[in-house]
């Protein structure tokens, strides 16, 4: 099965991104059936354009300086169903499908799960799996 977002031809469609001065643009990352945010992460013009050919969310890491397809480590992708640019072209939002219902690398479904409260930030969310399982004992 092919991706869901259909590539136009040529570049242009990349050229219209308003893309910041490092080269990136913010993408804001949202659940296609509950409409909740999932994640925001960096993408540049070669993520995004692999995101679109492959129909998976793959970002650009500023920490490891490289493509990152979600999912590829954890198994948790995340299939695209459409993508969005802001009325100022410096901003996306792509609606997905959560492969596994985990999005964050803590083991729960949002990388949203702190809410502010009278003590600070508070975990609101329920780790679904524990992270260990997910990506193997980290160092450090």
């Not at 990352?29 to 050919?53: I, P």
């Not at 397809?69 to 100022?88: A, T």
């Not at 690398?105 to 799960?113: E, I, K, P, V």
């Amino acid at each position: 099965m092919g991706p869901a977002v259909k590539s136009p031809s040529g570049d242009a469609w990349l050229d219209e991104v308003n893309w910041n001065a490092d080269g990136l643009v913010a993408a804001v990352t949202q659940d296609r059936f509950s409409g909740r945010v999932l994640t925001v992460a960096w993408m540049n013009r070669e993520s995004l354009k692999a995101t679109v050919e492959s129909g998976y969310a793959t970002y650009w890491s500023r920490s490891r300086g490289k493509l990152w397809r979600k999912g590829e480590q954890s198994g948790h992708g995340q299939k695209i169903e459409s993508i969005r640019l802001d009325c100022d072209a410096d901003a996306l939002v792509l609606y997905v499908e959560q492969e596994g219902g985990i999005a964050c690398h803590t083991g729960r479904h949002s990388c949203f799960y702190r809410v502010l409260g009278e003590q600070g930030w508070e975990a609101r969310e329920p780790v679904l799996k524990d992270p260990e399982t997910i990506y193997g004992k980290q160092d450090g």
